[in-house]
């Protein structure tokens, strides 16, 4: 999978994993993810036990993984939690 993230669908999941997720100690937890939000808004972390994505504004995105398939994993289920409507 190509590594492009598209800072659209970041946002679309963390809305979904802030929504329907447990909040606990400031974060939102959610199938395994966590989200955490800043003060101000304007960044956003969405984890899992391999990858943290960071959100920053204007959109600039910082990833932290050991492996490509991990990567590849966290953002397929990224793509799927931005598609549910529930």
């Known amino acids: 999978m190509e ?4 800072p659209q669908v970041v946002l679309l999941a963390a809305e979904k994993i802030r929504e329907v997720g ?3 100690e400031g974060r939102h937890y959610y199938q395994q993810l966590a989200l955490e939000i ?3 808004g304007y960044t956003i972390v969405i984890s ?3 990858v ?3 959100l920053f504004f204007h959109n600039k ?3 932290d993984y050991r492996q490509s398939q ?3 994993d966290f953002y397929r289920r990224l793509i799927q939690l931005a598609k549910d409507e529930d």
């Open 3 to 6: 590594h492009h993230i598209e």
């Open 22 to 24: 447990e909040a606990r």
């Open 38 to 40: 800043s003060y101000d």
């Open 48 to 50: 899992d036990p391999k």
């Open 52 to 54: 943290t994505l960071t």
């Open 61 to 63: 995105v910082k990833v």
């Open 70 to 72: 991990d990567l590849d």
